[in-house]
């Protein structure tokens, strides 16, 4: 029996050490050299203050910002640590209802605008969590931020154009905007 013990013990030990405290610091490591900003979280400092990551939504509601997509997360909206969408399908009725509370809330914000809603300001992403917007959601909300701010739309428009990061490597995804770097950009501008 101890013939068998010892070795299935040390072994244990053995690649407990290794797969728990050795690789992961190695991996740590490497990625702390490689990609600095990326293994610290993305994270955006504002005046000395961590103010979210470049990498997860924010919960932007007030008139004079822009706003982001919709989060699926619980119990609160952007919640890291509950990754997920809502799995809700299109005719879930559920979905429906939510959609059509964010149309009217789009409304209510700005009843002049008469654009097309862009789906991204509706429905949620698939991890509830994305911080990006698509240039057209940007440009539908262009006017109300604008006016909130008593800015010339003009100039909203410059920011946005100036926040819109293209395809990764020129061929993957969508162009989009992060709504968080663009609020902050906001703020700066309006002082």
Do not use: C
Request: hydrophobic content about 40%; overall charge positive.
């Amino acid at each position: 029996m101890k013939t068998l013990l010892r070795p299935a013990v040390s072994l244990f030990v053995l690649l407990t050490a290794v797969t728990g405290v050795v690789y992961p610091l190695a991996v740590t490591g490497i990625a702390k050299v490689t990609f600095p900003e990326a293994a610290d979280g993305s994270l955006i400092v504002k005046d000395g203050k961590t103010v979210g990551s470049s990498l997860i939504g924010q919960n932007f509601s007030d008139p004079k910002y822009f706003w982001g997509r919709p989060s699926a997360t619980s119990p609160m909206p952007y919640n890291a640590s509950s990754s997920s969408g809502s799995n809700q399908g299109p005719l879930n009725p559920a979905l429906v209802d939510a959609v059509k509370v964010r149309i009217e809330a789009l409304k209510a914000a700005d009843p002049d605008n008469k654009l097309p809603i862009p789906a991204d300001l509706v429905n949620a992403s698939a991890s509830g969590l994305d911080p990006h917007i698509s240039p057209e959601a940007a440009a539908y909300q262009v006017t109300r931020v604008a006016g909130q701010r008593h800015l010339l739309p003009a100039d909203v428009k410059a920011l946005v154009s100036q926040h819109t990061e293209g395809r990764q490597w020129g061929v993957f995804g969508e162009p989009r905007v992060n709504v968080l770097q663009l609020n902050i950009a906001l703020d700066s501008v309006s002082k």
